[in-house]
T-cell receptor
Framework: GAGVSQSPSNKVTEKGKDVELRCDPI?????LYWYRQSLGQGLEFLIY????????KSGLPSDRFSAERTGGSVSTLTIQRTQQEDSAVYLC?????????????FGPGTRLTVL | GQQVMQIPQYQHVQEGEDFTTYCNSS?????IQWYKQRPGGHPVFLIQ?????EVKKQKRLTFQFGEAKKNSSLHITATQTTDVGTYFC??????????FGKGTLLTVNP
């Protein structure tokens, strides 16, 4: 595709349920990033993939959060036993090399609401 | 860890006035990027600065990178309603990771 896509665009769930968020990066981009943006806040880094491996998971807020990437392409972010404070927009970005100088291209985000 | 502070948090201007947002890092940066996020949209890359003291212009937007590579600014001349949005700086240290500032929300009164 032409850009980064994410699904679903909106997700409403009940507290305690698990959710899966999907990111399709730009074809050929080796680096993939997940961020979280709460209302009126900046972007909080969650995790970074280079290929299928995640050299930096330092931003994951708790062990309820996990992410994987398969085939060097699609990534899923899973939140188990969701809490109300997990409500936010989850943004995915990809870049060509992830070498420190390239541009990150963001997807439209998934807006997660935990009731 | 690396921290990037951005001020002001909000700025409201009359159309035609100038606007500036400032970004300061706790550590020396290898490069800094600027992004714009329109209301309801996602961040879109504007520019990257790499060299000490670098100045780049995009039409009415002027971007500067400080001599010490710890601060940066974005200046918009004669704002228009299309400039509305949140402007983020994102600094990169010695590795791949971008640390984003909290952004400056610009609103423009026509």
């Amino acid at each position: 595709g032409a850009g980064v896509s994410q699904s679903p665009s909106n997700k409403v769930t009940e507290k305690g349920k698990d959710v899966e968020l999907r990111c399709d990066p730009i074809s050929g981009h080796t680096a993939l990033y997940w961020y979280r943006q709460s209302l009126g806040q900046g972007l909080e880094f969650l995790i970074y993939f280079q290929g299928n491996s995640a050299p930096d998971k330092s931003g994951l807020p708790s062990d309820r959060f996990s992410a994987e990437r398969t085939g060097g392409s699609v990534s899923t972010l899973t939140i188990q036993r969701t809490q109300q404070e997990d409500s936010a927009v989850y943004l995915c970005a990809s870049s060509l090399e992830g070498d420190g100088t390239d541009t990150q291209y963001f997807g439209p985000g998934t807006r997660l609401t935990v009731l | 860890g690396q921290q990037v502070m951005q001020i002001p948090q909000y700025q409201h201007v009359q159309e035609g006035e100038d606007f500036t947002t400032y970004c300061n890092s706790s550590t020396t940066l290898s490069n800094i990027q600027w992004y714009k996020q329109r209301p309801g949209g996602h961040p879109v890359f504007l520019i990257q600065l790499v060299k000490s003291g670098e100045v780049k212009k995009q039409k009415r937007l002027t971007f500067q990178f400080g001599e010490a590579k710890k601060n940066s600014s974005l200046h918009i001349t004669a704002t228009q309603t299309t400039d509305v949005g949140t402007y983020f700086c994102a600094g990169r240290g010695s590795n791949y990771k971008l640390t984003f500032g909290k952004g400056t929300l610009l609103t423009v009164n026509p």
